[in-house]
């Protein structure tokens, strides 16, 4: 089955977190999707950069 995707990042960490998050501001009715290798979320060392790009929750 085959899913629909408008923008594809690959890799989770930092940068493509920050990505997501500033595709879904400039293209709020995109569909996002992020591939990653590990199990996990972010790592530690990107969270003053999400910081930086997040909202309150009801601007996100």
């Given amino acids: 089955m085959a899913k629909k995707t408008d923008i594809l990042i ?8 920050v990505t997501a ?7 709020p009715n995109k569909h ?3 591939i990653k290798d590990v199990a996990n979320g972010s790592i ?3 969270i003053p950069y999400m910081f ?3 909202k309150s929750p009801d601007e996100n």
């Fill in 21 to 27: 998050l500033t595709a879904k501001r400039y293209y």
């Fill in 44 to 46: 530690p060392c990107g």
């Fill in 10 to 17: 690959i890799g989770g960490g930092p940068a493509g977190l």
């Fill in 52 to 54: 930086s790009s997040l």
């Fill in 32 to 34: 996002i999707l992020i």
